[in-house]
C-alpha cells in the first residue's frame, strides 16, 4: 500500500520524476522498488510457510492438486494481466502521466477486477495448500486484506486521474 501513496504523491508533486530526470525513469525506480519489496515478501511468506509445521488437514491430495490449480490460475492472471497492461500500465505509469490510450477490457479485466492483485493472493494461496500450511493460509488472508485497501484507495484515483485526462482532451 506504500507504493500508492508513492504514487499519488508523485502525481500531485512530481518529486521522483524531477530528482530522476522524467517521469519514466521515476516509474521504472517506483517498479524497482515494487519488485525488490515484493521478492522480499516473498522470501518471508515461504519462511513462514516452511518453518511451521504443516496441517495434516491439508495431507489431502486434492488439496496439493487444487493448491497446483490455484498456482496455475494466479500465474494466468498475473501474467495476463502485466501483458495486457504493459510494464508502465502495470507498475503506476499514470500516476507519473504515462497515460494509456484507453482502458483495458479484453482478458482478463472482462473476467475480474484487479486481476494482478487477485492473482497474486490466489497463488499465495496455491502454494499454502501445497505446502499443506496453515500459518500461509492465514498470511494470505492477510494479503487479501491488504491487496483490498490497496484497491479503496488505488482505483477511484486512477479513475479520477483519467477523468481529468479525458476533460483536457
Given at each position: ?20 530526470g522524467?517521469?519514466?525513469k521515476g516509474?521504472?525506480?517506483?517498479a ?22 504443516e496441517?495434516p488437514?491439508l ?13 496455475l ?5 498475473v ?8 510494464f ?21 479485466f472482462?473476467l475480474?477486477?484487479n486481476?494482478?492483485y ?8 496455491g ?6 500450511s496453515?500459518?500461509g ?10 491487496y ?9 484515483f ?12
Amino acid at each position: 500500500m506504500w507504493y500508492v501513496q508513492v504514487a499519488r504523491r508523485e502525481y500531485r508533486r512530481q518529486t521522483v520524476s524531477r530528482l530522476l530526470g522524467g517521469p519514466r525513469k521515476g516509474c521504472v525506480a517506483l517498479a524497482l522498488t515494487i519488485v525488490g519489496l515484493g521478492f522480499f515478501r516473498d522470501c518471508w511468506f515461504k519462511l513462514a510457510c516452511d518453518s511451521q509445521p504443516e496441517w495434516p488437514f491439508l495431507f489431502e491430495n486434492y488439496f496439493l492438486w487444487l493448491g497446483y490449480l490455484c498456482i496455475l490460475i494466479g500465474s494466468i492472471l498475473v501474467f495476463s494481466s502485466y501483458w495486457a497492461l504493459g510494464f508502465y500500465g502495470t507498475f503506476l505509469g499514470d500516476y507519473f502521466g504515462i497515460l494509456m490510450d484507453n482502458k483495458v477490457t479484453h482478458f482478463p479485466f472482462n473476467l475480474i477486477d484487479n486481476p494482478m492483485y487477485w492473482g497474486s493472493t490466489i497463488i499465495f494461496g496455491g502454494t499454502a495448500l501445497v505446502k499443506a500450511s496453515l500459518s500461509g493460509l492465514l498470511l494470505t488472508c492477510l494479503v487479501a486484506a491488504c491487496y483490498k485497501i490497496a484497491i479503496l484507495f488505488e482505483g477511484p484515483f486512477t479513475t479520477e486521474i483519467y477523468n481529468k485526462s479525458n476533460k483536457m482532451v
